[in-house]
């Protein structure tokens, strides 16, 4: 009998990386989406439409308990992904009160559904780097103490806290996966990886002139979503469920992803790239690099892919896509 999979945020980048991934291990693959998405597929689903007739799509909200009971009674998981958030750092700075609600509340909707629902699935949260914040060590592990400077990176504190304390109160297995930026040609379009990656094409193509960053000097470890969406996998196939940091290892700055991407279209990113104080942010995140140890001991989990080969990857991505569509983007 085949293992049924639930992932919310089914969707975004790595919903998707993770759908294609537990369907090629044999999963039944369920995913809740916003019934607004069924309405407009083409731009809703764009990352899962090559997928659509293999998976089983609930319309629920995770703002709404009652829908997620009813999806949970639906499906009956054997594992649960809980990717679904409002993952963009910049908009949680411009509304934290829908950031915080819908981050906090969903993640203790889901756990709750979980226990009462389905108490033997096996629950992964969504943990992020951003509630490291502003650092007391380099790099992070597990036990570097958090200080989030968003309330994306708040959001995400709580959210692991109520995952942990789901696990240590009431059995629950849920782990809590810490990862550190993840990039693809699946990103979206607001981050400033694939802000760049998509400006350098655009500019190497004649259809822009420049593009504006915020800090160029921020620090970050930087990996592929796809290598990533596997380390979630791994994590709740162990015997006990714990917490990881999953990371490259490797640091980079906002202005090396930019050299690197410009770079790859035979273009100096200095003479298109222009700091706007606009896309600053109010409490800066300067510097983050996580040590993966744990994640290699314990999961024989370890990053593969170099940095300047998933930079090359998006802007190779980007120039397809502007080339046969114009500059007409998925949203």
């Known amino acids: 009998m085949k293992k049924r999979a639930l992932i919310t945020g089914i969707t975004g980048q790595d919903g998707s990386y993770l759908a294609?991934?537990?369907?090629?291990?044999?999963?039944?693959?369920?995913?809740?989406?916003?019934?607004?998405?069924?309405?407009?597929?083409?731009?809703?689903?764009?990352?899962?439409?090559?997928?659509?007739?293999?998976?089983?799509?609930?319309?629920a909200s995770l703002e709404s308990l009652p829908s997620l009971y009813r999806v949970l009674h639906a499906v009956a998981p054997d594992e649960c992904y809980h990717l679904g958030a409002q993952s963009f750092v910049a908009y949680s700075f411009e509304d934290e009160f829908s950031t915080l609600n819908a981050n906090i509340n969903g993640t203790h909707h889901m756990l709750a559904a979980v226990r009462e629902v389905a108490p033997r699935c096996r629950f992964y949260f969504a943990a992020s780097s951003e509630m490291?914040?502003?650092?007391?060590?380099?790099?992070?592990?597990?036990?570097?103490?958090?200080?989030?400077?968003?309330?994306?990176?708040?959001?995400?504190?709580?959210?692991?806290?109520?995952?942990?304390?789901?696990?240590?109160?009431?059995?629950?297995?849920?782990?809590?996966?810490?990862?550190?930026?993840?990039?693809?040609?699946?990103?979206?379009y607001e981050f400033v990886t694939r802000k760049i990656t998509s400006h350098a094409a655009k500019i190497k193509l004649g259809l822009a002139k420049e593009v504006r960053l915020g800090n160029l000097d921020a620090k970050r470890d930087w990996g592929h979503a796809r290598e990533y969406v596997k380390a979630m996998w791994i994590m709740l196939q162990q015997s006990d469920a714990d917490d990881f940091v999953i990371a490259t290892g490797e640091q980079h700055t906002v202005r090396e992803f930019a050299e690197t991407a410009f770079g790859h279209v035979g273009l100096d990113y200095r003479e298109f790239?222009?700091?706007?104080?606009?896309?600053?942010?109010?409490?800066?995140?300067?510097?983050?690099?996580?040590?993966?140890?744990?994640?290699?001991?314990k999961l024989d989990w370890c990053y593969q892919l170099t940095f300047t080969d998933l930079v090359h990857e998006m802007v190779e991505a980007d120039l397809r896509w502007l080339s046969s569509r114009g500059d007409q983007i998925p949203r």
């Open 273 to 297: 790239a222009k700091v706007d104080s606009q896309f600053l942010r109010p409490a800066e995140v300067d510097t983050l690099l996580g040590n993966p140890a744990k994640a290699k001991k």
């Open 132 to 188: 490291f914040g502003k650092v007391e060590e380099v790099p992070q592990t597990e036990r570097t103490p958090f200080h989030p400077r968003s309330a994306y990176g708040i959001s995400k504190v709580a959210g692991f806290d109520l995952t942990r304390n789901y696990r240590e109160a009431y059995g629950l297995f849920a782990c809590s996966g810490i990862l550190y930026n993840h990039e693809s040609p699946r990103r979206g």
């Open 20 to 59: 294609e991934f537990l369907l090629g291990k044999g999963y039944e693959v369920h995913g809740i989406i916003r019934r607004v998405a069924m309405e407009d597929p083409e731009h809703r689903l764009w990352r899962i439409l090559p997928l659509r007739d293999q998976l089983h799509l609930h319309a």
